[in-house]
């Protein structure tokens, strides 16, 4: 079973299109992330959850809405997408715990915005 | 939270050791250093971490100088499947800590 999965691997739209990333972890883990890499390989926490409540949220544009039905669970949801959010997009979690940042990352949505 | 500092590329021999420097001069007490590798096209996968002790698991061996300002990710026995990106990352124990990744070392293995 995958530890942390994340569906659409792919997927391709207009500017302007409202899109859905999903991300399920089995691993009973507390905190959960989103994450995005950029064209130059940059990798940027956007948000963080910890037991369904937003802990991070790293200036992202409020476009950009995480929600988090249940602790396994933290979904991102894109409003009006523009060409710079183009990007791989990960999921994470982690166990938590004091100096603990273990992360288990999804294998990555790629995000292509037209 | 410490910045740190990578060779931008590194070749390694199949079976081989790999070594994997890093500087981490301005770390403070409480700051750990994590090690991830991302492979093509992959999530990033966590390999190590440490605070003042060397440490070894069944991936690598992560060593670090007595001052902390630098650190040394040791793979053994280096195969084609660890080609990859290697981040080296502090992290501050305290509240809201979060990993700064900077742009890592690609490490290519060669048969």
């Known amino acids: 079973d995958t530890a942390v999965s994340q569906t659409p691997k792919y997927l391709v739209t207009q500017m302007g299109n409202d899109k859905s990333i999903k991300c399920e972890q089995n691993l009973g883990h507390d905190t959960m992330y989103w994450y995005k890499q950029d064209s130059k390989k940059f990798l940027k926490i956007m948000f963080s959850?910890?037991?369904?409540?937003?802990?991070i949220n790293e200036t992202v544009p409020n476009r950009f809405s995480p929600k988090s039905p249940d602790k396994a669970h933290l979904n991102l949801h894109i409003n009006s997408l523009e060409l710079g959010d183009s990007a791989v997009y990960f999921c994470?979690?982690?166990?938590?715990?004091?100096?603990?940042?273990?992360?288990?990352f999804g294998s990555g949505t790629q995000l292509s915005v037209l | 939270d410490a910045k740190t500092t990578q060779p931008t590329s590194m070749d390694c021999a199949e079976g081989r050791a790999a070594n994997l420097p890093c500087n981490h001069s301005?770390?403070?007490?409480?700051?750990?250093v994590y090690w991830y590798r991302q492979i093509h096209s992959q999530g990033p996968q966590y390999i190590i971490h440490g605070l003042k002790n060397n440490e070894t698991n069944e991936m690598a061996s992560l060593i670090i100088t007595e001052d902390r300002k630098s650190s040394t990710l040791i793979l053994p026995h280096a195969t084609l499947r660890d080609t990859a990106v290697y981040y080296c990352?502090?992290?501050?124990?305290?509240?809201?800590?979060?990993?700064?990744w900077g742009l890592g070392t690609s490490l290519a293995v060669n048969p």
């Open positions: 301005t770390i403070s007490g409480n700051e750990y």
């Open positions: 959850y910890n037991n369904k409540e937003l802990i």
């Open positions: 994470a979690s982690s166990q938590g715990g004091q100096g603990s940042e273990k992360l288990f």
């Open positions: 990352i502090v992290l501050n124990a305290g509240n809201n800590r979060k990993l700064i």
